[in-house]
């Protein structure tokens, strides 16, 4: 390709090559691309970006005639009970271990660490 420029000191017009791209993938002007190509090059990015979850697992309890008891219901339980015996909400809580004894149909449970966050539910 050849480009003409213009000298200023002789008012001549002077003819000078451009340098040739190296050679590789040649690349489409934005004008180009249609709205079909926009929305998959989109979707490719979000799809790669995108991790899968981790399922959390569903754990049951069944004692002996009793209905099966899921973990969740449990830790709902013991959150519900210690709000409402402490006056605090929910969101007061920091760590919380419930140990679950299946012969006494009964829960116990720590909260924030502290001997003051201990207590007793029924299954």
Known sequence: MTEKKTDITENTVVETEKKAKKPGRP????????????????????AAKTEPKMMH?????QL???DDIQTRDIVAAVKKDWCEKNGREEKDIESLQVYVKPFEYAAYYVINGDVDGTGRIAL
């Open 27 to 46: 690349r489409k002007a934005a004008a180009e691309k249609t709205a079909a190509e926009k929305k998959t090059t989109t979707r490719r990015k979000t």
């Open 57 to 61: 697992p569903e754990i049951f309890l």
């Open 64 to 66: 002996n005639d009793r």
